[in-house]
């Protein structure tokens, strides 16, 4: 496999594992509203990141000593992918019958 389709193959991987975790958000928000489930959701990412930080940490010194590149790196990570995201969905907007019900009347 060449290093082209590698990626290709880790993107496609990559991508399907976020909509799966963006189905079971849309599922809650079949009872709840989208800004408690994406409040949630955030909290389950930030609850998550620190398991994988605490993961990788072979005793307290060394878990101490990545908290502040963990904060960098997952902040700026957070940043990057939602302006991104923010960017896309500029479209919404422009396809109201198909996301009619995202948007606020």
Known sequence: MTQDADKEKKDLEFRAMA???IDV???HCDTTDAAQV???LLYATS???AFVVASHAKDKAS???EIDNAVEYFGTEFKR???ENLGQYKSVFDEA???EHL???
């Open 19 to 21: 909509d799966s975790f």
């Open 25 to 27: 958000a849309n599922k």
């Open 38 to 40: 994406g409040s949630t």
């Open 47 to 49: 609850r998550f990141s």
């Open 63 to 65: 878990y101490e000593a």
């Open 81 to 83: 992918m939602l302006m």
């Open 97 to 99: 019958p198909r996301y």
């Open 103 to 105: 948007i606020k009347k």
